[in-house]
T-cell receptor, first 113, second 115 residues
Framework: NAGVTQTPKFRILKIGQSMTLQCAQD?????MYWYRQDPGMGLKLIYY???????DKGEVPNGYNVSRSTTEDFPLRLELAAPSQTSVYFC????????????FGSGTRLTVV | AQSVAQPEDQVNVAEGNPLTVKCTYS??????LFWYVQYPNRGLQFLLK??????LVKGSYGFEAEFNKSQTSFHLKKPSALVSDSALYFC?????????????FGAGTRLAVHP
């Protein structure tokens, strides 16, 4: 049981490049979330999804896009990378069954230069 | 809007002494509260949560937290600190009124346990 898998683990981008951070889960959880964590700081919610085909903005959505075509996958897209997007990105899931058991991926460390 | 405050950027404690990491929250409705720990260059590890029931919650590695509704607090405690407890600790909250179980995090408190 892999849980939540994030790829890649590390990436260096040049300003203006684009990339997609992948998040895949095998737990059939409806809720999925993307967070970013700046150095020494807490996690900020970027986007979230409550099921396939349904997404919404979190606290810091600017510069990002998401899609949720399947229950398993919730990719995060950066279209025009900026240095301000240098951060560690975490994907999380929740089954919605009422026990509030969030599962976090191991993170993607992104540097924009 | 939901929010979490961790008033201390860093807490210093000697090994063997009790430790407390503070957390206060603001939500509409009943809060669901969490503590996570993060070691350097690692992901988040779940410590404990309060959903309902007993206000004193026991979690992993000897940690516990007490839910205080009147003070809107959920402080993390441990009776005897270990050097290996040194890490970054995050308090988080969600509620049904916040919508879609969005988990909101505090800024984190760095715990330093000295030998």
């Amino acid at each position: 049981n892999a849980g939540v898998t994030q790829t890649p683990k590390f990436r260096i981008l040049k300003i203006g490049q684009s990339m997609t951070l992948q998040c895949a889960q095998d737990m059939n959880h409806n809720y999925m979330y993307w967070y970013r964590q700046d150095p020494g700081m807490g996690l900020k919610l970027i986007y979230y999804s409550v099921g396939a085909g349904i997404t919404d903005k979190g606290e810091v959505p600017n510069g990002y896009n998401v899609s949720r075509s399947t229950t398993e996958d919730f990719p995060l897209r950066l279209e025009l990378a900026a240095p301000s997007q240098t951060s560690v990105y975490f994907c999380a899931t929740l089954d919605g069954g009422g026990n509030y058991g969030y599962t976090f991926g191991s993170g993607t460390r992104l540097t924009v230069v | 809007a939901q929010s979490v405050a961790q008033p201390e950027d860093q807490v210093n404690v000697a090994e063997g002494n009790p430790l407390t990491v503070k957390c206060t929250y603001s939500v509409s409705g009943n809060p669901y509260l969490f503590w996570y720990v993060q070691y350097p260059n690692r992901g988040l590890q779940f410590l404990l949560k309060y959903i309902t029931g007993d206000n004193l919650v026991k979690g992993s590695y000897g940690f516990e937290a007490e839910f205080n509704k009147s003070q809107t607090s959920f402080h993390l405690k441990k009776p005897s600190a270990l050097v290996s407890d040194s890490a970054l600790y995050f308090c988080a909250v969600t509620s049904l009124s916040g919508g879609y179980n969005k988990l909101i995090f505090g800024a984190g408190t760095r715990l330093a346990v000295h030998p």
